[in-house]
């Protein structure tokens, strides 16, 4: 079993970043951001002051929505989306069980019951044909998941949300700048198609560092409704919901964003369309590269979906499991190069089956999937020859794994 089963970036103590000679993940940052963070640095506002409104409206206008609220993650977004939503104890929330925990996590942190879907094989997000039938007369949401930034099923999501009268959240911390129906830079004006982030009731974007932009840590809740902003507003900031510092409206927290933090995110956001551009420039790379290899299964991306490429996922073929995909793994960290096990099912971890009573088997298209999954090393500034040197790798330990592994019974 592989130990490290961690956030993109993140590598188990006996494989450091430094060790890798091709991380997984790596932040893009210029001489801009740097300059832009130094500025804040010689101001006395280093909190609640003019960067973060400006980087809320540029995040809200990427998206296509009237409101940004920032925040200190992209869990704490979700979070404060479920409190706004009105969530409570008792009632269910429908999701999907491949994510990284935090979509379902805040869930559970209102009290509230996640309520599995299984997944779509190809664009890996809820299967939008089974969402119905897991309704019933307790649900009042749907935390849905742009998995790898993939916006796939998202319209049919709305579509069900209105006729069921439930409150859609948008979870897509992994999906920044991306879209349905229109290719094109993200600072130009879309007049049709959709961007991620305008689905439903809000949406929440995520900037860890091995996210499309990054804040360091930092999230974006996204919405057109005033007073779900106004509810996020108040949340975030202890509850306070005007100018007087010590009177305290509601049960708050302190999620909000640091000036320094949103000084980086408006220089990353002024980048955008160089830094998706780049990132499409490796998705091709790796998609020429591996694409005749009868082994993998490359991510599948119709002429329609305006892909936000997160990370790069190959999925292996029929002939291996789990093991060898961890074998893999371990053979492709050994040789410096970054590799994970993007993502294990949600259903599956322990603190979920405890509280939830779910099992292996629960959700067959996922933990097939997941059995399968390796995330590559992906990064704006990647080359040619680096991502040459990750499939050679691959490849390589493909090879040797089906000739030296034991039989399949
Ligand atoms: C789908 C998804 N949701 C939520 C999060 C949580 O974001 P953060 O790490 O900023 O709290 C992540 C981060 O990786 C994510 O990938």
Known sequence: MLKDTGNAGRMPARFTIMDMLIPLSSPDITQAEIDAVIDVLKTSTLSIGPKIEQFEQACATVAGRRHGIGVSSGTSGLHLCMLAAGLKPGDEVITTPFSFVASTNCILFAGARPVFVDIDPKSLNIDVSRVESAVTDKTKAIVAVEAFGHPGGMVELERIAQRNELILIEDCCEGFGGGIGEHGPVSAVHARGRRIGSFG?????????????????????????????????????????????????????????????????????????????????????????????????????????????????????????????????????????????????????????????????????????????????????????????????????????????????
């Open 201 to 409: 009731r809000a949406g929440v974007f995520g900037f860890y560092p091995n996210k499309q932009i990054t804040t360091g840590e930092g999230g974006m809740i996204v919405t057109d409704d005033d007073r779900f902003a106004a509810l996020c507003r108040s949340y975030r900031n202890q509850g306070r919901d005007g100018m007087n510092w010590l009177a305290h409206a509601r049960l708050g927290y302190n999620y909000r964003l640091s000036e320094i933090n949103a000084a980086l995110g408006i220089a990353q956001v002024l980048r955008i369309d160089e830094i998706l551009s780049a990132r499409r420039r490796v998705a091709n790379a790796y998609m020429r590269r591996l694409m005749t290899n009868p082994s993998l299964i490359l991510p599948n991306i119709d002429e329609s979906i305006d892909m936000s490429w997160f990370v790069f996922v190959v999925r292996l073929s029929d002939l291996f499991d789990a093991a060898d995909r961890d074998e893999l793994i371990i053979g492709m960290r050994q040789s410096g190069i970054g590799a994970s096990n993007y993502f294990p099912p949600i259903h599956l971890q322990p603190y979920v089956r405890d509280a939830l009573g779910t099992k292996p088997g629960d959700f067959p298209v996922c933990e097939y999937v997941s059995n399968r999954t390796i995330a590559l090393p992906f990064f704006n500034r990647m080359t040619e020859g680096q991502v040459n040197l990750v499939c050679d790798t691959l490849e390589k330990l493909i090879e040797r794994r089906l000739v030296t592994r034991k039989p399949r019974t």
